[in-house]
């Protein structure tokens, strides 16, 4: 029996001491005024943050299509100084053996 005693006044006492935690908190709170442009101040910093996130994004977009292109244009332009085999040119035109 003064196992179950012992866990009630355990509740009891646990009971007690969030009701105090909750009044000193719901105290706290009431203290607590917010600054009469903070909604405005927030949105204005969170929009600053957008409009730059999507400048940074359009200048990395352009950065890389700039270095691909270049690099693109730069791989073309390694062409190899002498012919290829496709385009040899000196040899003569193999005659078929179609009628005619």
């Known amino acids: 029996m003064s196992g179950a005693s012992g866990a009630s006044s355990d509740?009891?006492?646990?009971?007690?001491?969030?009701?105090?935690l909750r009044a000193a908190l719901e105290a706290l709170a009431g203290g607590v005024t917010?600054?009469?442009d903070a909604y405005r101040t927030a949105r204005g910093d969170w929009?600053?943050?957008e409009r730059r996130r999507?400048?940074?994004l359009a200048v990395l977009i352009a950065v890389v299509f700039t270095l691909?292109?270049?690099?693109?244009?730069?791989?073309l332009n390694q062409?190899?100084?002498d012919p290829?085999?496709?385009?040899?040119?000196g040899g003569g035109t193999v005659a078929g053996t179609g009628p005619g």
């Open 11 to 20: 509740r009891t006492a646990e009971n007690r001491t969030e009701q105090e």
């Open 79 to 81: 062409t190899p100084s």
């Open 54 to 56: 999507r400048l940074v």
């Open 84 to 89: 290829g085999v496709i385009f040899s040119g």
């Open 68 to 75: 691909a292109t270049l690099i693109g244009l730069w791989v």
């Open 47 to 49: 929009l600053r943050r």
């Open 34 to 36: 917010p600054a009469p």
